[in-house]
């Protein structure tokens, strides 16, 4: 398997334009998480799917932010309008359990500047 | 609640010497721990974790951990640093529940 596959892996845009992250989770993987790492607040949980449905999205900072997984090997984040201090490196995991009972495998990230 | 702790931003060691990172961690039951490892530009990489049984666990590329209950630790260990290395380590917390918690990180730096 490739792994978790995210794109773009930069991206650079305009303070109020229209963001939107991919991701393609390891096949067979039934849960999926996005995280934001900034050097400020280290790595934060923002939402996860489990079985293409949102479990958990208390880390999702405002509602300019919204992700969705219309199927089992899709997921995008999208940011609208965007803020600068949206810039941050975004990654998408993805794992066969939660928490404790599962490594979660992570991409390698998509670097967003907003200016 | 859940939290991990990882004391040292910043840890400069030369190659072939030996490392140790910590992490303690604050959960009410038997948590599950993990050691993550970022190199620049990529994303994390899972280098051993702990679920029961025996406390010392080894994992990918030379690293250990032992879990220590009474100080609710994990610290990660490797005898012979190498200089590949050098980069951002993660200790995370996982309750079985949820989701993982991961500490701030710790950058090592190796010089020759």
């Known amino acids: 398997d490739a792994g978790v596959i995210q794109s773009p892996r930069h991206e650079v845009t305009e303070m109020g334009q229209e963001v939107t992250l991919r991701c393609k989770p390891i096949?067979?993987?039934?849960?999926l998480f996005w995280y934001r790492q900034t050097m400020m607040r280290g790595l934060e949980l923002l939402i996860y799917?489990?079985?293409?449905?949102?479990?958990?999205d208390s880390g999702m900072p405002e509602d300019r932010f919204s992700a969705k997984m219309p199927n089992a090997s899709f997921s995008t984040l999208k940011i609208q309008p965007s803020e600068p201090r949206d810039s941050a490196v975004y990654f998408c995991?993805?794992?066969?359990?939660?928490?404790?009972?599962?490594?979660?495998?992570f991409g390698p990230g998509t670097r967003l500047t907003v200016t | 609640a859940q939290s991990v702790t990882q004391p040292d931003i910043h840890i400069t060691v030369s190659e072939g010497a030996s490392l140790e990172l910590r992490c303690n961690y604050s959960y009410g039951a038997t948590p599950y721990l993990f050691w993550y490892v970022q190199s620049p530009g990529q994303g994390l990489q899972l280098l051993l974790k702990?679920?029961?049984?025996?406390?010392l666990v080894q994992g990918i590329k030379g690293f250990e951990a032992e879990f220590k209950r009474s100080q609710s630790s994990f610290n990660l260990r490797k005898p012979s640093v190498h200089w590949s290395d050098a980069a951002e380590y993660f200790c995370a917390v996982g309750t079985g529940a949820n989701n993982l918690f991961f500490g701030t990180g710790t950058r090592l730096t190796v010089i020759p």
């Open positions: 096949s067979g993987h039934d849960y």
């Open positions: 702990y679920f029961s049984g025996d406390t």
């Open positions: 995991a993805s794992s066969f359990y939660i928490g404790g009972l599962s490594e979660q495998y």
């Open positions: 799917f489990n079985n293409n449905v949102p479990i958990d």
